[in-house]
């Protein structure tokens, strides 16, 4: 089946509006994450959500940025009032589960720049 | 929760040369994964290898495992440009943390 996708591409806004990012993930995973890489640094944990768990947000910045997920399946992370500090490639991963021998698919991630 | 750390930073070589990256990591684990990215894109799985695993091998790729001194090295033999990406480990733990990775270049 299709791999982790991810909308839009690329997105260039404007700082102070909001934006909305999607993550399709493998149909039937039910671990969901969302990292954040600023060019040329490495992967920084945002959120994570399992099942029907409590999302584990520990990773999110500040209260501008938030994600949920629908039905178990896609995920939308949404920053308000964007800032250019967030401008990064956004990944999306999902994950069969969250048992440990199982690996992460990546999408291809959204690159967001704000002006 | 922790995450791998992994080491040099960057790493430049010749083709043909071998490349070693290291990673550290704090507690326990079951199993330790190494990724690749390509252009700042989504990460690719390479290998997984367990914790009751000491070597394990994939085409070019050798990773070792030493649970005394939480730490995992990836060696890839033979290096082609095209293996120039950067690589990351990764723990076991649900949220999947990752360090700053590793930045190779292979020169042609």
């Known amino acids: 089946g299709a791999g982790v996708s991810q909308s839009p591409s690329n997105k260039v806004t404007e700082k102070g509006k909001d934006v909305e990012l999607r993550c399709d993930p493998i149909s039937g995973h039910t671990a969901l994450y969302w990292y954040r890489q600023s060019l040329g640094q490495g992967l920084e944990f945002l959120i994570y959500f399992q099942g029907n768990s409590a999302p584990d947000k520990s990773g999110l910045p500040s209260d501008r940025f938030s994600a949920e997920r629908t039905g178990g399946s896609v995920s939308t992370l949404t920053i308000q009032r964007t800032q250019q500090e967030d401008s990064a490639v956004y990944l999306c991963?999902?994950?069969?589960?969250?048992?440990?021998?199982?690996?992460?698919?990546f999408g291809p991630g959204t690159r967001l720049t704000v002006l | 929760s922790q995450q791998g750390e992994e080491d040099p930073q960057a790493l430049s070589i010749q083709e043909g040369e071998n490349a070693t990256m290291n990673c550290s990591y704090k507690t326990s684990i079951n199993n330790l994964q190494w990724y690749r990215q390509n252009s700042g894109r989504g990460l690719v799985h390479l290998i997984l290898i367990r914790s009751n695993e000491r070597e394990k091998h994939s085409g070019r790729l050798r990773v070792t495992l030493d649970t005394s001194k939480k730490s995992s090295s990836l060696l890839i033999t033979a290096s082609r440009a095209a293996d120039t990406a950067s690589y990351f480990c990764a723990t076991d733990e649900d949220d999947m943390r990752f360090g700053a990775g590793t930045r190779l270049t292979v020169k042609p």
């Open positions: 991963a999902s994950r069969r589960t969250s048992g440990s021998y199982n690996e992460q698919f």
